[in-house]
């Protein structure tokens, strides 16, 4: 449970982060031509890749 809550709260504190810099990752994607959609399937993939290297070191 405890690995949980530090990831939710890297989460959300990388969240509150960037969030001011919406506009210019919104050009950054849009300059390589990459969508919205596609970026979303990419940190999903990325957050399971993550999650099942945290879970092979704790296992």
């Known amino acids: ?3 949980i809550s ?3 709260l890297i989460a959300g504190s990388l ?3 960037t969030k ?3 506009e210019k990752i919104d050009q950054i994607l ?3 031509k990459l969508s919205t ?3 979303l399937w990419l940190s999903y ?7 099942g290297i ?3 070191i704790i296992s």
Do not use: Q, T, V
């Open 45 to 51: 993939i990325e957050g399971m890749a993550i999650g």
């Open 37 to 39: 959609f596609d970026a």
């Open 20 to 22: 001011p810099y919406k």
């Open 1 to 3: 449970m405890k690995i």
């Open 54 to 56: 945290i879970m092979l």
């Open 15 to 17: 969240y509150l982060i």
């Open 30 to 32: 849009s300059s390589i």
């Open 6 to 8: 530090i990831y939710i």
